[in-house]
């Protein structure tokens, strides 16, 4: 029931790392033994604004795909989950980064999002590739091969 609770509450930081000062230590019980035994991977984030996108998007080292949804989108609840799969299954050689439309609605017109969901495949900054609209697993697949390389 602790590990749940704790779980939870991790999960409700957004997927962001805590900032640990120079005295600070991680909260006991914390560890990635906790969550059983294996490191936790976050391979998607929501972005937060104009600066986090900047950030972990423009300035990504590695390849970026951008899920631009809306909460009131049905075909973005069967593609947002989908597409973390299959970016998870990559094993962070990419990062997913989820955009709400309704609230960077900035950064859907500077993108140009006309409808969702839309995902962007970004490489050093540019996009790279892009589709509208739901995929299966073997197109998200190949999506994701191509904007690797592999």
């Known amino acids: ?16 790392p805590l900032p640990l000062g120079p005295r600070q230590l991680a909260p006991q019980g914390l560890s ?4 059983g035994g294996s490191a936790i991977r976050c391979s998607a984030f ?7 996108f900047q950030e972990r998007v423009v300035n990504s080292p590695k390849p970026v795909v951008v899920d631009f949804h809306a ?4 075909p973005c609840k069967i593609l947002g989950p989908r597409l ?4 998870a299954k990559q094993e962070g050689k990419v990062v997913m980064a989820k955009v709400d439309i309704d609230d960077h609605t900035d950064l859907a017109i500077e993108y140009e999002v006309s409808a969702v969901p839309t995902v962007l495949a ?10 509208v609209g739901i995929k299966d697993e073997d197109q998200l697949e190949a999506f994701l091969k191509k904007l690797i390389g592999a």
């Open 122 to 131: 970004m490489k050093n900054g540019d996009v790279v590739d892009k589709f």
């Open 1 to 16: 029931m602790a590990q749940r609770l704790a779980l939870r509450r991790l999960l409700a930081l957004g997927r962001r």
């Open 32 to 35: 990635s033994r906790a969550f």
């Open 46 to 52: 929501n972005v937060q604004d104009g600066g986090d």
């Open 84 to 87: 973390e799969k299959m970016v």
């Open 71 to 74: 909460q009131w989108c049905g």
